[in-house]
């Protein structure tokens, strides 16, 4: 059956850590952690992202980036990603959801938290 967690994890190192097989979706919801703290906890500012990861495809989605950037790997606590041209980079530490982005000269730091898991599992009869 397919499992779509949306807001919370039943278990957020369960939600993590099944990036590392490689399958499915994840969804973060990240805030620029320059204005972090003084902006209201629900409030989504410019500087905010939505990262999500495509494991299935190999592919980042920022929609504060144009394109997507592939995922050039998947480490025990690292996701690491490139674009193609290699004007965009960057990771994400899977064990406190912080994550870090360049796009060209300019360099991004999130603080992100789970907002969607989407698992396509085929169901078992």
């Not at 990036?19 to 989504?44: D, I, M, P, Q, T």
Request: a negative charge; hydrophobic letters at 40%; proline letters at 2%.
């Amino acid at each position: 059956m397919d499992e779509v967690y949306v807001g919370a994890c039943r278990h957020m190192a369960a939600c993590v850590s099944s990036a590392y097989s490689a399958s499915g979706h994840l969804v973060l919801a990240c805030k620029n952690k320059a204005n972090a703290a003084e902006v209201e906890e629900f409030a989504r500012t410019r500087d905010d992202a939505f990262l999500a990861f495509d494991f299935d495809r190999d592919l980042l989605f920022n929609d504060r980036a144009v394109g997507n950037a592939p995922i050039t790997g998947i480490k025990k606590f690292f996701i690491t990603w490139k674009s193609d041209d290699g004007t965009r980079s960057g990771y994400l530490n899977r064990v406190t959801l912080d994550a870090v982005e360049q796009d060209g000269p300019a360099q991004t730091a999130y603080a992100c938290a789970l907002y969607a898991q989407l698992s396509f599992k085929a169901a078992s009869r």
